[in-house]
Every structure is written in C-alpha cells, then in structure tokens.
C-alpha cells in the first residue's frame, strides 16, 4: 500500500472509509492522457519534447501509451477533501476507489517507464539504430516543409 495513515487494530478498510485513510490522496495529484502510439521517430522526437518539461513522464501498459502530468489538482484541500465535492466533474466520480493507488502503485501495471528526456532518450536509440541519422538531419528535414 501507498501513502496510508497508521490504520487502528481491528479497523477494516472498505470503500466508504479507505480514502480517510489515505494520506496523499495520490489520484487527485496527477493526470494521464492517452497518446496514439508512437510508432516512428518523428513521434518519439515529439515525445521527446513533451518529456523535457518539468514533471512529465510517460509510461506504456496494457491499454496503450500515456503521458503521466504530475500536477494536484487545485480543488484538492489541504486535508485530502476535495473543494469541488458536489460539483466535481464527471471523471472524477467515475473514479472507483475499489482497488487504486491506496492498494498499489499503478507503477505496477507499467510495461515501459519513462521519467525524463534521458530515459526516453536513451530508449528510442536502442529501438532505432538510425536514431542518429534522423537526430542529425532535423535542420535538413525542416528546410524541405
Ligand atoms: S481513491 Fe484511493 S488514492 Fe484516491 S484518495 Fe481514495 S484511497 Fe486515496
Ligand atoms: S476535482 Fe476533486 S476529486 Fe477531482 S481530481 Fe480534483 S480534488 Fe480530486
């Protein structure tokens, strides 16, 4: 378990009192965004891009690749509540507390991680053994748009 308050001897955690438990609220400090597969080395020159800002990573597991933006939401309080309670939006009440990051990082399910523009980097050029050539003759490529 992540981010969990010392839970009282003979205490149960169930869904109606497990996030009072939970001491990061860690599903209100980041969000994820579905990316089309990178497939090429112009999509991974572009995630290259997205990595170098501050506190973007991206991670692939069975659903697909995702950019991962470490952000709290402002809504949340200092207390783990939310301040939009009643009027958060739609995404947020689908969110289940059944089985999340209370339970297990999600960085478990992840089948590729990457943290930083190095990691990504460092990635793509094993992947590509003409990653230096295409680096090389980006000037080149935009001359000819
Ligand atoms: S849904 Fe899970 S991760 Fe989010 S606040 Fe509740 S217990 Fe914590
Ligand atoms: S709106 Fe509320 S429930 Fe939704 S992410 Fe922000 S703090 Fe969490």
Avoid at 62 to 68: A, S
């Amino acid at each position: 378990m992540t981010g969990v308050k010392n839970i009282p001897v003979g205490v149960k955690i169930t869904t109606e009192n497990k996030c009072g438990f939970c001491t990061n609220s860690k599903c209100c400090t980041y969000i994820t965004e579905e990316l089309a597969t990178p497939r090429s080395m112009h999509d991974f020159d572009h995630m290259l891009w997205q990595l170098s800002h501050r506190d973007v990573h991206a991670y692939k597991d069975e659903d697909g690749w995702f950019l991962m933006i470490h952000n709290p939401c402002l809504q949340l309080l200092p207390d783990g509540r939310c301040g939009i309670y009643e009027d958060r939006p739609l995404i947020c009440r689908q969110y289940t507390n059944e089985y999340c990051e209370f339970d297990e990082d999600s960085s478990e399910g992840f089948e590729l991680f990457f943290d930083s523009y190095d990691s990504l980097l460092s990635y793509v050029k094993k992947r590509f053994k003409t990653w230096g050539k295409f680096a090389a003759s980006r000037d080149e490529f935009l001359s000819k748009v």
